[in-house]
């Protein structure tokens, strides 16, 4: 298995050299499916998951809000799954100062009511969403572990054998200090598909650059809205590459979702 795995990085590696962008994507993608499994990862995010809970990461526990924010994510996942089939699943954080979310390897995403409340409109949330969905799809969140921790120690977290090593990445995401910092290219990737994602679903995908916009206008008053914009590409980027690539791919859905959001955040404390 270990030569077979040396073998397709040392192809994928070379066929990477002088490549187009496009193409170096999908040599990434190719260099972390040789490398990882879909079952490892999947393993990976169970034990991240289960660290979370020992560490008292609060869930909210109103039923109401996690069948809402999975009713969202599922508009998403048939252009998700068509990408990359997995089996997702949605937790949602009691935490309403801190404007967060983020995905873990193999399909668990995580939203914080701090964001739900921060929120418009479901278009942004959506928006939200599917720039996780974006990262998990991408294997983003798996390379970067690699790429910190290298593949053996990865591998070893996934099947329970690296509990210190899994407590680390938890104690990081669940404490919000930026454990998946992720380069510029792949936030700029998980934008790309994230507004793909919410206009195939019906929803305006105007709707994660107002939501880019509310961070930047809260950024002073709550810096805890800064920690999902801590990243590579700065916000204004973010915002014209995104404006960009919704008038050259004519994404033009219109579904908003405001009375709806605003009836899910009545519930939350």
Not at 1 to 20: D, E, Q
Not at 144 to 152: A, C, K, R
Not at 247 to 254: D, P, S, W
Request: hydrophobic share 40%; net charge neutral; glycine share 8%.
């Amino acid at each position: 298995m270990k030569r077979l795995i040396v073998a397709a990085v040392v192809a994928l590696t070379t066929f990477a050299a002088g490549c187009s962008s496009q193409q170096r994507i999908a040599f990434e993608k190719g260099l972390a499916e040789a490398t990882i499994s879909d079952e490892q990862e999947f393993q990976l995010g169970f034990q991240v998951h289960e660290e979370l809970k020992k560490q008292n990461v609060k869930f909210l526990d109103k039923p109401e809000v996690g069948l809402y924010v999975e009713k969202l994510a599922n508009k998403l996942m048939p252009s998700a799954n068509k990408d990359r089939k997995l089996t997702w699943q949605w937790f949602v954080i009691d935490d309403s100062k801190t404007v967060n979310a983020f995905a873990t390897p193999g399909g668990r995403v995580y939203v914080y009511t701090g964001l739900l409340k921060a929120a418009r409109s479901e278009a942004e949330v959506i928006g939200v969403l599917g720039h996780e969905m974006g990262h998990v799809v991408a294997r983003h969140s798996a390379r970067q572990l690699i790429g910190q921790y290298g593949l053996q120690t990865v591998v070893s977290m996934a099947l329970g054998k690296d509990a210190g090593d899994v407590a680390k990445v938890a104690a990081a995401l669940g404490g919000q200090v930026g454990m998946m910092a992720y380069g510029r290219s792949m936030e700029l990737e998980s934008d790309e598909l994230g507004a793909r994602y919410a206009n195939t679903a019906g929803y305006d995908p105007n709707g994660l650059v107002q939501f880019f916009e509310k961070l930047k206008e809260l950024s002073g008053s709550t810096p805890e809205a800064l920690v999902w914009l801590s990243t590579h590409p700065s916000n204004d980027e973010r915002i014209q590459k995104l404006t960009e690539q919704i008038a050259r791919e004519q994404l033009n859905a219109k579904e908003r979702g405001e009375a709806e959001l605003k009836a899910i955040q009545a519930m939350i404390p």
